[in-house]
């Protein structure tokens, strides 16, 4: 007789609808916390990189000056002046027989934007600034610059200037 236990009385197991509209709002909001911080992650990576390869280039154009005693006269995108696959820059082609300064010059991670030199010869090939546009618009590191007119994309600038 115990089997004819009404069915109103016997445990239900299961989830209710309350129950699961919580965790549904739990993992939505844990999401929308971890997810722009994913995406974001390359373009940090790039950025990274970029401000690496202008320093690089940087040292470059200190070694360029110990032997010339002046930095290059030419300004524009850095690669195309300093630098390029054919061996025809001033960092990258042998000087009088010695040997190059960089293999190749760097060029953006992306190639969304290129690498500037700029020079000023009123001061005899002495001051330049090296400048690269960044993707993290957020970045307020050192040498960045905001609200950087090259920078379309971004509004927001690495530069790196000598001022000898």
Known sequence: MS???????????????????IVIVIIGILAL???????????KARDTQRKTDLRA???GLEEYFVSNN????????????LGSTDQTGPL??????ATPIMKTVPKDPKSSGEYVYT????????TYTLHGCLENGGDTGANTVANDSACTSTNRGFQLVNNN
């Open 3 to 21: 089997s004819m236990v009404p069915s109103s009385l016997k445990r239900q197991s299961g989830f209710t609808l309350l129950e699961l509209l």
């Open 33 to 43: 916390l971890i997810i722009p911080n994913i995406t974001s992650a390359p373009k």
């Open 57 to 59: 280039i940087q040292k």
């Open 70 to 81: 002046a930095y290059p006269s030419t300004a524009g995108v850095a690669d195309q002046v």
């Open 92 to 97: 990258d082609n042998a000087q009088g027989g």
């Open 119 to 126: 020079y000023t010869p009123a001061n005899s090939n002495t």
